[in-house]
């Protein structure tokens, strides 16, 4: 069974930074093979995608954070950043990890919130 734990969110000002980390711990994870990303979810609104990275870092993102988060991956610790600069209120949601780009998805964690004040 593969645990995915998100940490790293907090109450920050609009303008401000953090950073969220993602450790994939337990059998058959293969975090090293997979492609991996970040998504976030607000109430009432279906869980979107905001960036991955494939095993060898290449990096995708959403319109909306492009430009201001910053996707990031360590092979050996098992673990993934998001980097998230110049916080909009809007950024405010629940933050989570998971695979990307493939169908099948490993069961989600529990999130870090984030929240952006105005």
């Known amino acids: 069974q593969v645990q995915l734990v998100e940490t790293g969110g907090g109450l920050v000002q609009a303008g401000g930074s953090l950073r969220l980390s993602c450790v994939v711990s337990?059998?058959?994870?293969?975090?090293?093979?997979?492609?991996m990303g970040w998504y976030r979810q607000s109430p009432g609104k279906q869980r979107e995608l905001l960036a991955d990275v494939t095993p060898g870092g290449s990096t995708s993102y959403s319109p909306s954070v492009k430009g201001r988060f910053t996707i990031s991956r360590d092979n050996i610790r098992f673990t993934m950043y998001l980097d998230m600069n110049s916080l909009k209120p809007e950024d405010t949601a629940v933050y989570f990890c998971?695979?990307?780009?493939?169908?099948?998805?490993?069961?989600w964690g529990q999130g870090t919130q984030v929240t952006v004040s105005s």
């Open positions: 337990g059998t058959g994870s293969d975090f090293r093979f997979n492609t």
């Open positions: 998971n695979r990307a780009r493939v169908e099948s998805k490993w069961s």
